[in-house]
């Protein structure tokens, strides 16, 4: 879109009519006094239409207002803005106007800091403000506050004062909801995540690997566990923690059910470069198994398990492994032990090896859509 000739031509369009704008403005000795006379005459920080028209026919503009507005509003949201035409006048308006509301609980009580009186003149004012630390700008902003062009101000004057106290408190009540909102989350993840360490402990202690612990879990094979499924087993394992803080922890994802990569990554890393291995090699599980069944008693002991794998040239084949395979604890492996890895649909990135070179394209292809985006 910043390439439409279309777009360009706007802009320059919009660049015009706010030097335009600003000469008019301007005929008043003052942006920003004539901004706040003939225009946000309610302190709302930005006016429509209607209001920008009213405004230029006051200032007695000889050209065509609504051309004017519609060439300022680029956007087409029916709103224009002081930032639009002055951003230095509406960086010294509104800090002005924010620092009034953080300093003084009301517009009297602002009016008596002031002057000391319920009225107030240039000279008090200037001086007041610079007693209680606003410094720059005094006479403008006076006289931007003085729309009846009176030696003083009055109450009246600081119409803007409720205004903008009611969005001050209102943002402030924003901030600390969002700030108390943060830190309930902040205090669940810890939960989460300290029921999830505590769980993987108190599997390791009762199987000895979380390989184990997954394959006792899940009995069916499907390598998966369903909600209901992990509530069962921590029932019946006595686990005396938080089983719903503990689902939240093992279903990052919200997709209702949980993986071992997701209990233990580290395991399931090793278990789905072991069923590679056996692709690989033999073609499936029940493949590798009748070739280490030599005596065909379907039972594979331990030292033919590894003495086999190591003829293969398999790697990542350890006691712990091995100890998750014979989930049961039999002291040999079943067929069933091994097959359940045909079916399984492990994720691609538990077997892949890191690529540096794909890290770095990654990175830059984020960081060239990024700046595309600012």
Not at 180 to 198: I, T
Not at 293 to 316: M, Q, T, W, Y
Not at 325 to 330: A, M, S, T, V
């Amino acid at each position: 879109m910043t390439h439409d000739p279309k777009y360009q031509h706007a802009l320059k369009e919009r660049d015009r009519a706010v030097e335009s704008i600003q000469n008019v403005l301007g005929q008043n000795g003052s942006v920003l006094c004539s901004w706040v006379w003939y225009f946000d005459q309610h302190f709302e920080r930005q006016i429509g239409r209607e209001q920008f028209c009213a405004g230029l026919v006051a200032l007695n503009y000889p050209g065509k207002a609504e051309l004017l507005f519609t060439r300022l509003d680029i956007d087409q949201i029916e709103e224009v803005t002081l930032d639009q035409i002055d951003p230095e006048a509406s960086r010294i308006w509104m800090g002005f106007r924010m620092w009034c509301v953080k300093m003084f609980s009301d517009e009297k009580k602002m009016l008596a800091e002031l002057s000391g009186d319920m009225f107030c003149d240039l000279e008090a004012f200037t001086s007041n403000l610079n007693r209680l630390g606003w410094y720059g700008h005094e006479q403008t902003l006076f006289w931007a506050l003085n729309r009846d062009r009176n030696e003083e101000l009055e109450v009246k004057d600081f119409r803007f004062f409720a205004i903008d106290k009611r969005k001050y408190v209102r943002a402030r009540k924003g901030m600390q909801d969002a700030v108390k909102l943060r830190e309930r989350l902040a205090r669940k993840r810890h939960l989460v995540a300290k029921a999830r360490k505590e769980f993987k402990a108190f599997l390791k202690k009762k199987y000895g690997t979380i390989l184990r612990a997954w394959r006792n879990l899940d009995a069916d094979g499907s390598m998966y566990l369903q909600k209901n499924e992990l509530f069962r087993a921590v029932k019946e394992l006595s686990w005396q923690g938080d089983a719903r803080l503990l689902w939240k922890g093992l279903d990052k994802d919200a997709s209702g059910i949980t993986f071992l990569q997701e209990v233990d990554l580290r395991s399931a890393e090793q278990l789905a470069k072991f069923k590679q291995q056996i692709m690989e090699k033999c073609g499936s599980a029940e493949a590798l198994f009748r070739a280490m069944d030599v005596h065909k008693i379907n039972k594979v002991h331990p030292a033919a398990f590894f003495e086999h794998c190591r003829r293969l040239g398999f790697s990542r084949v350890d006691k712990f492994l091995y100890h998750g395979l014979d989930w049961e604890g039999k002291k040999y492996l079943a067929a069933g032990d091994l097959t359940f890895l045909d079916s399984w649909k492990c994720p691609q990135y538990l077997v892949c090896s890191p690529s540096p070179q794909a890290a770095r394209e990654f990175k830059s292809t984020l960081l060239s859509k990024c700046i595309q985006v600012i």
